[in-house]
């Protein structure tokens, strides 16, 4: 299941690189974070000069410092292990909400999870008394797999606080003073990114701001979201020990805009150290248009199974991900279908591999596709067909 929306209705400073050891205590079984995703905590693609996300996140700042000069402080450094508490609990997100379930999310153990959002820094920057800011970091989600979503990926949260006085000398309530300025800054950050381009707004739910926003703009011949916002909810004020102010929020990722800016047709070319992409990219050159280079054929395996109760499409596709890495491309369902004697359901999953860098051989795809069978069969509890 897609997470991306999750919050919708429907839906230390670390600087180098942490290992599996350095965080997991003794073998957890409330662990669900594998080796794979463990191997991303601490690469901070945010933090390349030349690497587009790190463009991107220049791009931002520098609208900021033209609208507000030096209002806005920012934060690139939060290590991503956060506790339950600041990812979930301290932006109101309820006890039974989707994206608290192991399918949705990395867990270290009980209490501690690898965020899946910025906004779990919201709470703690309040109450260290930060009013106005710009929070950038990498973000974990457990989803399926395909050009547009990889396990791993780059937010950046944006908060800025009010007092009393702002809105009563506008003659405004305080939520239509607060949505006003949100909109307008908004707005100006989409047209300094995009630059003049129709956009919309849309309502829509997120659990820690209320009314709650999501701008589109309309490029390249589709509506594309950009990001979520909304006028924070109060009780993270009070809870910040700031009962008198008022505050909004927004949080973009950064991949999603980055692949439009700047053309980049699959998510996993971010973390590759090929020369033919990295070179492409100036600091400071934000509309700079990704020219592809060759693309390697892809491979296509199917493999096929009688489900039971417990399986979810999100642990098949975090078990691939561990034996292909990124050389997994795309697994998709292609055909399902249920046994009315038995009662039992079958699936059929396509796995595309090609890399970004090279030829792979049958016999190394073959290999890995078998691992994948071995380990479908033994850890899913599947029956293989
Ligand atoms: N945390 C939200 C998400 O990941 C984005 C958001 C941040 C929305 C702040 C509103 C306010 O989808």
């Not at 607060?178 to 989409?190: N, S, T, V, Y």
């Not at 070179?279 to 060759?294: I, V, W």
């Not at 096929?304 to 561990?322: I, M, Q, S």
């Amino acid at each position: 299941m897609r997470t991306t929306r999750r919050f919708h209705i429907s839906a230390v400073a670390q600087t180098q690189s942490l290992t599996k050891e350095d965080v997991v205590k003794e073998d957890d079984p409330s662990n669900n974070v594998s080796d794979a995703i463990f191997s991303k905590l601490g690469i901070n693609l945010h933090h390349r000069p030349n690497h587009p996300l790190c463009i991107l996140k220049e791009a931002i700042y520098e609208y900021f410092e033209g609208r507000e000069p030096g209002k806005f402080q920012k934060f690139d450094k939060e290590p991503p292990v956060v506790t339950v508490k600041a990812n979930f609990d301290e932006v109101l997100v309820p006890a039974n909400h989707i994206s608290r379930s192991y399918n949705d999310t990395y867990y270290v153990n009980k209490e501690t999870v690898l965020r899946c959002h910025t906004s779990a820094h919201q709470a703690q920057k309040l109450r260290e008394g930060h009013s106005h800011f710009l929070l950038t970091g990498d973000v974990y989600r457990r989803d399926a797999i395909d050009a547009t979503h990889y396990p791993v990926f780059h937010q950046m949260e944006g908060v800025k606080v009010f007092s009393n006085d702002e809105w009563v000398d506008a003659g405004l309530s305080s939520v239509n003073y607060i949505e006003k300025d949100l909109k307008e800054c908004l707005e100006g950050l989409a047209r300094h990114l995009f630059g003049d381009v129709q956009m919309r707004w849309c309502d829509c739910y997120f659990p820690f701001t209320d009314p709650s926003f999501e701008l589109e703009i309309f490029f390249n011949g589709k509506w594309l979201e950009v990001l979520g916002c909304g006028v924070m909810e109060r009780q993270i004020l009070r809870n910040t020990g700031r009962p008198d102010d008022r505050a909004w929020a927004f949080g973009l990722g950064l991949e999603r805009l980055a692949m439009v800016l700047f053309d980049i047709p699959d998510i996993r070319l971010f973390w590759t150290d090929d020369k033919r992409f990295t070179e492409q990219f100036s600091a400071g050159e934000l509309r700079q248009k990704f020219k592809p280079f060759s693309k390697y054929p892809p491979c296509y395996k199917d493999i096929a199974f009688w489900v039971n109760d417990h399986f979810t499409e999100n642990n098949f596709c975090e078990l691939v991900r561990g034996e292909a890495g990124d050389l997994v491309e795309e697994v998709q369902l292609i055909d399902e279908f249920t046994n009315k004697k038995t009662g039992r359901t079958s699936n059929c999953f396509r796995i595309t591999y090609r890399s970004m860098e090279r030829s792979l051989t049958n016999e190394e795809i073959d290999a890995i596709q078998e691992k994948v069978r071995e380990q479908t069969a033994s850890k899913l509890k599947v029956e293989l067909r």
